[in-house]
């Protein structure tokens, strides 16, 4: 019988050694999508603009293969414990990887209506804050295939310096509207987008929590994350 145990146990450990390879390649797809949505933003790259858009079918679909598998996995394997917070943590982080990639294809669309050369100083802090969620989005998934809480925690420790980045970008816009009214439009477009990037902030530490409950079976305790000082809604 030890053998028939054994057997089961590679087993497992191959189904969910195959669902952090999803949920790692669904996270690359997103931080990828975030990073070239802004590059598209910052360049005026239309044909950038449209891949993104078009690629945010991939990462629905890898969003439905890991729940499949992994709904496949706690139903033939009756994992416990860690084994099974690991792998409803999978299907959790999917859905908010999902939402992620959903992000970044509404900035991409915001594309075509700024102008070829966009004359907006405060556009210049949009590529910083994207940088900042994209290494969170980067690290935090890195943490949950190494089941490593710490670095788990330090990610959301980073969300900070997002919700910064979005309060100051706000403050510029604000006051650039006001000296022209012609900087309306454009300016309201951008703080959609940094609004975007923000939330994607969020999402990050929404992950690194769910991350550090499945290495540890603990629940981190209130970083007073998520929440914005000015400008904001409410994160849920």
Known sequence: MPQSSDHIV????????????????????????????????????????TRV????????????????????LI????????????????????????????YAKNIAKRVPVFEDHVDIEPLS???????IVAEMIHDVLDAFAARDAEKAAAVIDRDRAVDDFYNSLFRALLTFMMENSHNIT??????????NLERVGDHAT???????????GEYLEDRGHGSDDVGGEESR
């Open 10 to 49: 590679k087993a497992f450990d191959e189904d969910i050694g195959e669902l952090r390879a999803l949920v790692s390649e669904m996270g690359g797809l997103a931080e990828r999508a975030i990073g070239d949505a802004l590059h598209a933003l910052t360049k005026h790259d239309l044909e950038t603009a």
């Open 206 to 216: 929404n992950i690194a929590e769910m991350v550090y409950f499945a290495a540890t």
């Open 53 to 72: 858009v078009e690629g945010d079918a991939r990462i629905d679909e890898l969003e439905i293969e890991i729940e499949r598998r992994a709904v496949q």
């Open 186 to 195: 454009q300016s309201t477009h951008l703080l959609f987008i940094a609004k």
């Open 75 to 102: 139903a033939l394997r009756a994992p416990m414990a860690d084994d099974l917070r690991e792998a409803v943590a999978a299907m959790k982080i999917a859905n908010v990887v999902e939402r992620i990639g959903d």
């Open 125 to 131: 802090i949009l590529p910083a804050m994207a940088n």
